[in-house]
């Protein structure tokens, strides 16, 4: 099993930025892609951006040049860092991990953004 717990989300202002964080623990060994979703209310869940533990990283559309995503394989850890935040960002943010053909999910953690 993988237990993921993500961090780092709160309420900015529009323009703000945010780094959020998801650490893995258990049996993290053999993990390959990790990523980042996203959830606003009302709305579907939404790819956000992967990290492969080779180092690939790929973004959303809409999230390139604002989002980056990185990994820290030593800590089995995760960080979304993200500028220039807008209103139409709030959401739940939720990271996974895939190992093998099974997925683990976090709990999420909210952003906020005010206009």
């Known amino acids: 099993q993988v237990q993921l717990v993500e961090s780092g989300g709160g309420l900015v202002q529009a323009g703000g930025s945010l780094r959020l964080s998801c650490a893995a623990s258990?049996?993290?060994?053999?993990?390959?892609?990790m990523a980042w979703y996203r959830q606003a209310p009302g709305k579907q869940r939404e790819w956000v951006a992967t990290a492969t533990s080779g180092g690939t990283t790929n973004y959303a559309d809409s999230m390139k040049g604002r989002f980056t995503i990185s990994r820290d394989n030593a800590k089995a850890t995760v960080y979304l860092q993200m500028n220039s935040l807008k209103p139409e960002d709030t959401a739940v943010y939720y990271c996974?991990?895939?190992?093998?053909?099974?997925?683990?999910w976090g709990k999420g953690t909210q952003v906020t953004v005010s206009s």
């Open positions: 258990g049996s993290i060994f053999g993990i390959n892609a």
């Open positions: 996974n991990a895939a190992k093998g053909y099974l997925l683990y």
